[in-house]
């Protein structure tokens, strides 16, 4: 348990670190982020609220769709991320706005890379994942689709709910969501390889 409390939270400090980094390339968010960054100049919130606040809202919506109850751990999930991401965002990068094109290529790559790394880690605690992650595999089980297609309807929806919000779509976006799950895949193993491990020698 305390190796995966650990993977847990270093996971969450990681993935946040990527979605603040790619945020501020201001190439583009991924969707979720990008609705984000639209709530929040249309509502005068930090992001990281907004995150939170789409969270618990995506919570009630998986639960109608799996037709269980609200997974109310998970708002505990999408309340560090929503911490994390305000605390990158508003304290360590705070002055950090590249305006170079190679500058802010760089923010956005290094952010895709440290935001698989942190999902890779943190989803090896098999703690409640974020609503959004979720909301995949809700629609996954209740409509009969695979995966792929699933996580193309979760991503589109959120896409579009970032177009009328006028959230932070750009090229960053088609990137972060042609790439990210490449990246999440070449490193799950490994951790999970880390974990099992760690496990052994205690």
């Known amino acids: 348990m305390k190796e995966r409390f650990a993977f847990f939270t270093l996971g969450l400090l990681i993935l946040t670190l990527g979605v603040a980094l790619i945020i501020k390339s201001n190439l583009g968010a991924s969707a979720w982020d990008a609705l984000a960054v639209g709530e929040s100049r249309m509502f ?11 969270g618990i809202v995506l919570i ?38 590249p305006q170079a094109v190679f500058l802010q290529y760089t923010a956005l790559i290094s952010g895709i890379l440290t935001m698989g790394i942190g999902v890779a880690i943190y989803l090896q605690a098999k703690f409640p994942s974020s609503p959004m992650d979720t909301l995949m595999v809700a629609i996954h089980t209740r409509f009969n689709l695979n995966l792929r297609t699933s996580r ?3 991503e589109t929806f959120a896409l579009l709910l970032a177009f009328l919000f006028k959230g932070a779509i750009g090229v960053g976006t088609i990137i ?8 999440v895949q070449y490193f799950y193993p490994m951790f999970a390889q880390m974990l099992k491990r760690q496990s052994l020698q205690q």
């Not at 005068?44 to 789409?54: A, E, K, P, Q, S």
Request: hydrophobic share 65%.
């Open 176 to 183: 972060v969501t042609a790439s990210l799950g490449f990246v």
């Open 60 to 97: 009630f919506i998986n639960a109608f769709l799996l037709k269980k109850r609200p997974e109310i751990l998970a708002a505990a999930t999408i309340f560090v991320i929503g911490m994390l991401i305000d605390f990158w965002l508003l304290v360590v990068l705070k002055d950090f706005s």
């Open 44 to 54: 005068d919130l930090t992001i990281g609220t907004c995150v939170f606040i789409n």
């Open 152 to 154: 193309i309807i979760s």
